[in-house]
């Protein structure tokens, strides 16, 4: 049986899902979407919920987590959504450890993402500290077919509880069809030895419904049908649940139109080796721990996006850590540059994340007569 098939499934499709609004019809004809992923550091309300874990994010508790500092963290938010396209919107942003949907939509009612189109998808995962995965998204660049979470069946911590793995389908503006999964995978806090076989549990369910899904298609929907896996994988790009579970490669292949098409390779970006963003003056890695760069945010991405005859392809060398000013702690070296973070321990900080966010741009064809 498949792993997926045994873990706990929720599901909602257009049919459970309210009627999708006019504006959600009206899609763009445009020639590139931009997806973002972030990992916005504890994006917690200030309100105490009995069923988790979160005292410390209330006034009273350690943080002293307070209405100013939340509506701070938020404006700073969406200060980095507007800011990391430059003169574009991201179509499709994956928000990393956020608390619940209050949030969320205070992010977008408050702070003007809702008036840019932005909706939203978010998780409702078992985590102890009632952490979540959400996905924001243009109304004006895609439309939302289906969203289901699945829940994560550790092998050998059947009580462990952690995030749910988020997958939403999109109807792409030229029709083509992308699968995006949002994932926080299990930290490395324990030890990464200890660690490593929880994260290896989420890969093996995402490659697990990666091959399910691409086993049903046909010869033409496996080339206009795509998927991006995308989040915080609390590893790097050469560690096992990204390298073997996954079997993400990090070389590009040389026949881009029939390079092995009965089976869905998947590419990781932010590999070094894929994507040299270190020589073109962007941060060392995602997230920087005990004075050493560490590269935990990725792009996933399957082998239709490389193809040269497909709609929807990757545009080579627009995956990388976003930097900017507001985004560098003050403490940072000529040499690192590392992310402003909104707390040090218990200490407030006042910064946006201890991540950067990671970017990438996915360009547009048209089927004649359209375009």
């Not at 697990?208 to 086993?215: C, E, F, S, T």
Request: proline share 5%; glycine share 6%.
């Amino acid at each position: 049986m498949k792993r997926f098939g045994v873990i706990l499934l929720v599901g909602i499709t257009l049919l459970a899902m309210k009627r999708p609004s006019v504006e959600q019809l009206h899609i763009r004809h445009i020639d590139s979407l931009m997806i973002v992923s972030y990992n916005v550091e504890n994006l917690f309300d200030t309100i105490h919920d009995e069923r988790i874990n979160d005292v410390e994010f209330t006034p009273e508790g350690a943080k002293h987590w307070t209405s100013h500092r939340y509506h701070r963290k938020l404006q700073h938010i969406s200060q980095t959504i507007s800011r990391v396209g430059g003169r574009i919107w991201p179509s499709l942003v994956t928000l990393v450890e956020v608390e619940n949907a209050g949030v969320i939509e205070d992010l977008l009612h408050l702070y003007g993402l809702w008036g840019k189109g932005y909706r939203y998808v978010i998780t409702n995962s078992p985590d102890p500290r009632g952490v979540d995965v959400a996905m924001l998204y243009r109304i004006t660049d895609l439309e939302l077919l289906s969203k289901s979470e699945y829940a994560v069946d550790f092998t050998n911590a059947p009580y462990k509880k952690s995030r749910n793995v988020l997958e939403c389908k999109f109807r792409l503006p030229n029709n083509d069809t992308l699968y995006a999964y949002g994932v926080h995978f299990p930290s490395r806090r324990e030890g990464v030895g200890k660690s490593e076989p929880f994260r290896c549990d989420v890969a093996h369910l995402i490659r697990d419904r990666i091959n399910h899904l691409y086993a049903s298609l046909s010869s033409k929907g496996r080339l206009n049908t795509h998927f991006i896996v995308m989040g915080d994988f609390n590893e790097e790009s050469h560690e096992k649940a990204i390298k073997e579970v996954l079997s993400a490669l990090d070389v590009l292949p040389k026949d881009s139109v029939s390079y092995l098409n009965d089976y869905p390779h998947l590419y990781s970006l932010m590999s070094p080796k894929i994507e040299p963003w270190a020589k073109r003056n962007h941060p060392l890695g995602s997230y920087f721990f005990h004075h050493q760069w560490q590269q935990l945010d990725h792009f996933i991405i399957s082998h239709s996006l490389l193809k040269s005859n497909s709609l929807t392809q990757y545009q080579t060398g627009s995956a990388y850590n976003f930097m900017a000013p507001f985004l560098v702690s003050e403490h940072s070296s000529l040499q690192d540059s590392f992310p402003f973070r909104t707390y040090g321990g218990n200490f407030y900080m006042g910064g946006y994340s201890d991540h950067f966010p990671v970017r990438m741009l996915l360009s547009l064809k048209y089927p004649k007569p359209y375009k």
